[in-house]
Structures are given as C-alpha cells and as structure tokens.
C-alpha cells in the first residue's frame, strides 16, 4: 500500500533560542541583502530548555500531519507532496505553511524523497513570543527528513 506509513520512527526534540544580545539574525540579516551598507550584525543567542517535540516516520506520498495545541485541541492536516499543493499551503500563512515550505526545499534539491508523519504531540515553547518557535518547527521538519 504506497499510502501506509513506514515503521522506523524518531522521537525529536528541537529547542527555542533567545537573543541574549543583538536581534534575530533570521529576520534582521535580511536587512543586509538589501542594503549593503548596513554593518554586520552580531548576536549572542541561547538555546532554551522550551521546545517542540515531535514523533516522526517516513510516508511514500504524503504529509501527514498532526499537532496537540496549549488548549488540548488536536488539528490534524494530510496534504500531497507535489510542489503546487505544499506552495499553496506554504502561502497560506497556516499553522502548516513552516512546515510545507520546508518540505517544498528539500524535495527540491533531493525531489526522490517521500513524505512525513509528523505528530507534534508537545509544545512547551511559547508562539510568537520571540522564542523562535518558526524556526524550531523549521529545524524539526528538516530533521524529520534526515
């Protein structure tokens, strides 16, 4: 059955950081590529004991996705892989758009690979608090598919 999930599965964990000093280097070094003359920044970040944590497998043809929101409420999402549906999902500035987008990356340098089970089954990492939540779902998804 190509749509049955494979049986190996990891347990990750990818932790917030904090910007001790300095801003985020994701968002402000942006700045430079626009404007040259801006100096180079530095920044002092920390890894937190916050994070995400994930229980993740290989799939043939899908992502399949699942999470437990802070209020206990799980929403769960099953998109294709092929390019057009993860860039529209990666557009849509959902919950899953970190996710498909970097999804669509990797299966653009390496377009053999499948597709994931991702449950997100704990989140102590505060959102949109400056913690770089975006980031670790970031790392975690590209984790997932090492």
Same mark, same amino acid.
């Given at each position: 059955?190509?749509?049955? /999930?494979?049986? #190996? ?5 990818? /932790? !917030?950081?904090?910007? +001790? ?6 968002? @402000? ?9 801006? /100096?180079? !920044? ?11 944590? @994930? ?22 999402m099953t998109i294709s892989i092929d390019d057009e549906a993860l860039m529209d999902e990666a557009?849509?500035?959902? +919950? ?14 390496? =377009? ?11 989140? #102590?990492? =505060?959102?949109?608090? !400056?913690?770089?939540?975006? &980031? &670790?779902?970031?790392?975690?998804? @590209?984790? @997932?598919?090492?």
């Amino acid at each position: 059955d190509m749509k049955a /999930p494979l049986t #190996t599965t990891l347990d990750l964990f990818v /932790p !917030g950081r904090i910007c +001790l000093f300095g801003e985020h280097s994701d968002w @402000a070094g942006g700045y430079r590529t626009e404007n040259s003359e801006i /100096p180079v !920044g530095k920044c002092l970040i920390c890894g937190t004991n916050q994070g995400i944590f @994930a229980r993740v497998s290989a799939h043939q043809s899908e992502l399949v996705l699942k999470s437990i929101l802070n209020d206990g409420i799980e929403i769960d999402m099953t998109i294709s892989i092929d390019d057009e549906a993860l860039m529209d999902e990666a557009k849509r500035g959902s +919950l899953w758009s970190y996710i498909c987008g970097v999804t669509l990356e990797i299966r653009k340098k390496y =377009p053999h690979v499948g597709g994931l089970v991702l449950n997100n089954y704990k989140t #102590t990492l =505060p959102v949109k608090k !400056g913690l770089s939540s975006s &980031a &670790a779902i970031c790392v975690l998804t @590209a984790r @997932a598919f090492n």
